[in-house]
């Protein structure tokens, strides 16, 4: 099979596809002839040798940890009823997702719903769990007005898609014009610049003296913080991820004298009142397939996968990013 190999952390071009040899499922485990395959931040930080709170791989090492497919070969004890059946999974640890196949157990694996593709199952295994773990812990309603950092990205535009679907006054902050389409055919009310300065008294001007009640991010940072400085009092925050590199701080003076309320990820709360981290990725993949949620897919070739780091770190993409193995 090709792969994408990483033989040295450090810069997109230490990815490089290659022939290697065919995995084979152990007992319990199906292999996946792997139709699309999910690209996270995530992966760029190991890539790079900078993920801190992860355990590095041993090289070389094929990244990825979210794939989907056809299952074309079972090990022992599974079922023959698993061949030809569409599935997508998390990968966990033990990654392997930038390839043409994979395994994985077969108690991981869920059934593509009908009528919901590959690289649409990719984009919610994940990230659209994330999103439906956010939204949940927002408990957002018709009087919400909400502000949505990087609401182009793998997350936020599945956000912005909730919060406008619950009845909130969606802003999201984007980048270029593209991004920006995109947050508003997505459901937002406003779309704002935030590298332009002066952005949160063009929010302020937007809302027209209606008043920031929640703000969902995934951003951290000054951009975080600003986002919070938005809110009135009584407000909440839900800080799911810190893409620029730092968190967003909230204060004690925050959390007491503002009685604004935070929630940070989609901690094991969040993950067991929606029944178990399998319950919610079916939940996503679920509300995909009934059109809840329209994941939008930005997609590579497999083996152009370090242009898309290049593409994602840039902060270029919009959506999700997927590599498709050719074929």
């Keep these: 099979m090709h792969a994408v190999l990483l033989r040295g952390f450090g810069s997109p071009a ?9 995995p084979v499922p152990g007992p319990g485990q199906a292999r996946i002839a792997v139709r699309a395959a999910g690209v996270h931040l995530v992966d760029a930080a190991i890539r790079a040798g900078r993920a801190d709170w992860l355990p590095l791989p041993e090289l070389p090492a094929v990244p990825g940890s979210e794939v989907a497919g056809v299952v074309d070969a079972v090990g022992a004890g599974v079922p023959d009823s698993w061949l030809g059946q569409r599935v997508v999974a998390q990968l966990g640890l033990a990654h392997g997702g930038y390839a043409e196949l994979a395994v994985r157990e077969v108690g991981a694996l869920h059934v593509v719903p009908e009528g919901l593709g590959f690289a649409e199952a990719v984009a919610m295994i994940c990230t659209g769990g994330t999103a439906v773990g956010v939204l949940a812990a927002a408990a957002l309603g018709p009087d919400d007005v909400v502000v949505v950092t990087a609401a182009a990205g793998a997350v936020g535009h599945l956000l912005v898609q909730g919060a406008s679907r619950a009845g909130a006054h969606v802003v999201g902050l984007a980048g270029c014009g593209e991004k920006r389409r995109t947050v508003l055919r997505c459901g937002a009310a406003v779309a704002v610049d935030y590298r332009q300065q002066g952005w949160v008294e063009r929010v302020c001007a937007e809302l027209g003296g209606r008043e920031v009640t929640a703000v969902l991010d995934g951003v951290g940072g000054g951009l975080g913080r600003g986002a919070v400085d938005l809110l009135a009092p009584g407000g909440r925050v839900v800080m799911f991820g810190s893409s620029s590199g730092a968190p967003t701080e909230v204060t004690t003076a925050d959390l007491f004298d503002r009685a604004l309320s935070a929630t940070v990820g989609v901690g094991p709360h969040v993950v067991k009142r929606a029944g178990g ?51």
């Design 14 to 22: 230490e990815l490089r596809y290659e022939e290697t040899a065919d």
């Design 277 to 327: 981290l399998r319950a919610l990725e079916s939940r996503a993949l679920a509300d995909a397939a009934a059109g809840r949620f329209t994941p939008v897919v930005r997609s590579y070739g497999l083996a152009c996968a370090a242009r898309a780091h290049e593409e994602l770190e840039s902060r270029h993409t919009v959506g999700k990013v997927v590599l498709v193995p050719a074929g």
